[in-house]
Every structure is written in structure tokens, then in C-alpha cells.
């Protein structure tokens, strides 16, 4: 027979154990570049018999304590799947909501005053308001020395490629570049140069919560050499220790990038 243990219990004995995972950690060996899929807040709201909105508002609250968690382990830029391109297909009597929690979000992590905040997606397919805000988060933050925190906000990998594609070929148009030229310098590194991510690391590390093993179009280009952690609770219930378990799988991989 089970015995229930009382909840003070469960948390002092969920604290020994995070903070004994936590002193195995070696540092040395933390990714640099974390991109979390934020997956099943809705799932987690339909189980505890909360609404999708309330699910959504429990997710963007968990963010603050992930960015807390992942400034203590010294990595550098973390990249949050908040809104696909396929979610703004969404009923306006969810996606609404959705909006103005994401755009409370944003309006937070720049008010935080730790984090350099920078959106990536295609701002174009997103209300005017919306796009206000990730614009002035990008703008007050810019100057702070914090994670730099990627918001992916109307993003999908095969719109990013596209998207780089054609900045790539309007720029070189604006130049007077033939297209026999341009076919001749095209090449990795210049598609790269015209990505949202631009300039930044790509990431050793993709954490995606809920259960769900799959990239479902996250950073395609940039996750080439990515390695994945597959965690199986949903994104609003993830702890301190599932974030330590996944630098820990990390940290005990032998990464080979040729294959």
C-alpha cells in the first residue's frame, strides 16, 4: 500500500535532490545556447480543469524561474518557442488571450532589467500591437549585459530559411549582384548571415517539455548539431530539477559533429 507523504515532505526531499543533482554540475560542460520548445500548457490546464488561457498564463510565469535557473548556470542565450507560425491559424477566442499574455511576457522580461531581449520570428504576421512591444523590449534592453533571451513569436524553421532567402536576394539585388554571381558566392555561412539569429551561437542544447519528441519546425537550419532533451511533464509543471537533468544528459554526451 502506498503511503502518502505530506506535501512539506515531498518539497524537502524534491530540494535535497535538486540541490544535490545541482553540486554534480560541472560548469564547464553547460551549453551555451539553450532553445526550450514550451510545450502542454494546454494539456496541463485540461488536466487540473483550468482553461487554455489559464494554462498559457501558468506557462509564461514559469519562464522567469527557467531564465532565474539558467542565468545560475552561466548559459548565454536562451531561445523560447512562444508562438508558431501554424498557432496563428488558432481560433481569435484563443489566440486573442494568447497575444496579450505573450505581449505581458515580453513586457516583463525587459522590465526585469537582467535580460537582452530579442524577437525572432516574422514580425509582419503579427498585430501592430504585438509587434510594438517586441520592438521596444528589443530597444530598452539592448544595452544590458544579461542572458540574451530569444522570443520566438510568429516563428516557424521553413518561414525562417525563407525569410532569409529572400533578404538575402534583396539585398544583393539592391547591390546590382547578377544572379550568375550570386550563385557563384552562396554558400552556408551567407544564408546563416540572414537568419533571426544572426550573429548568435546555434544551439548545443533543445529542451522540448510535455511528452512530445519531436522539432515540429524549431530551428531547423540552427539545430544541425543541436542535442535534445525530451522531458515528459508539461511545461508549467517543469522544476528546477528537470532543468538540471537535462544539462546533466547533456553534460554526458559525446558529441560528434560529423555524424
Not at 488536466?47 to 552561466?74: F, M, S
Amino acid at each position: 500500500m502506498r503511503i502518502p507523504y505530506p506535501q512539506a515532505l515531498r518539497n524537502l526531499v524534491y530540494r535535497l535532490y535538486a540541490r544535490r543533482v545541482e553540486g554534480r554540475l560541472d560548469h564547464s560542460q553547460v551549453p551555451k545556447h539553450i532553445g526550450v520548445i514550451l510545450d502542454g500548457n494546454r494539456r496541463w490546464a485540461r488536466a487540473d480543469g483550468r482553461t487554455p488561457e489559464q494554462g498559457h498564463q501558468a506557462g509564461a510565469v514559469k519562464i522567469g524561474e527557467l531564465l532565474g535557473w539558467c542565468a545560475e548556470t552561466d548559459v548565454e542565450v536562451v531561445t523560447l518557442w512562444l508562438l508558431s507560425t501554424d498557432n496563428l491559424d488558432r481560433p481569435a477566442v484563443e489566440l486573442t488571450p494568447l497575444l496579450g499574455i505573450i505581449e505581458n511576457t515580453v513586457r516583463d522580461l525587459a522590465a526585469d532589467g537582467r535580460w537582452r531581449v530579442h524577437h525572432v520570428g516574422n514580425r509582419d504576421l503579427l498585430p501592430s500591437d504585438t509587434q510594438h512591444v517586441l520592438k521596444q523590449a528589443e530597444e530598452d534592453t539592448v544595452d544590458n549585459t544579461g542572458v540574451l533571451v530569444n522570443v520566438a513569436v510568429a516563428y516557424g524553421g521553413r518561414q525562417e530559411i525563407a525569410d532569409a532567402v529572400r533578404s538575402l536576394l534583396l539585398e544583393h539585388a539592391d547591390r546590382g549582384t547578377s544572379f550568375e554571381e550570386l550563385a557563384e558566392t552562396v554558400d552556408i555561412d551567407l544564408i546563416s548571415n540572414h537568419l533571426y539569429t544572426s550573429g548568435q551561437p546555434d544551439p548545443d542544447l533543445v529542451i522540448r517539455t510535455s511528452g512530445e519528441q519531436r522539432l515540429s519546425g524549431f530551428m531547423l537550419w540552427q539545430s544541425a548539431h543541436s542535442e535534445y532533451y525530451f522531458c515528459e511533464v508539461f511545461w508549467p509543471a517543469f522544476r528546477k530539477v528537470d532543468y538540471l537533468r537535462a544539462l546533466r544528459d547533456y553534460a554526458a554526451r559525446n558529441r560528434r559533429y560529423g555524424g
